[in-house]
Nanobody
């Protein structure tokens, strides 16, 4: 059974930093592209960042480019999202997602991903 478990969320002041982690089990992690999405109440889930199977290719939403960094450790079956210079508008539930395959295409839609975590709340106060 595939499980993705996010951690590292919390309350932080504007300008602060958080690092989210997503630990994967039940799959061969290095076979999967990983992504981060976020969602606020009443709104659709929005793409944040994605990283390919090897970690050598990343892509970000314009809203987080230059502030967030996605990375992965295939030996630990974990993907990370380092979030710096946080803003109140970054407040959301953050989800990690996994997509099987080695394609070099960029995948930014929810439906592109096969497995999802339960989410972790990030709240940025002004």
């Amino acid at each position: 059974q595939v499980q993705l478990v996010e951690s590292g969320g919390g309350l932080v002041q504007a300008g602060g930093s958080l690092r989210l982690s997503c630990a994967a089990s039940g799959l061969t992690f290095s076979n999967y592209r990983m992504g981060w999405f976020r969602q606020t109440p009443g709104k659709e889930s929005l793409f944040v960042a994605t990283i390919n199977w090897s970690g050598r290719s990343t892509y970000y939403a314009d809203s987080v480019k230059g502030r967030f960094t996605i990375s992965r450790d295939n030996a630990k079956n974990t993907v990370y999202l380092q979030m710096n210079s946080l803003k109140p508008e970054d407040t959301a539930v953050y989800y990690c997602a996994a997509r099987f395959g080695y394609s070099g295409s960029i995948y930014t839609q929810q439906d592109d991903y096969n497995y999802w975590g339960q989410g972790t709340q990030v709240t940025v106060s002004s």
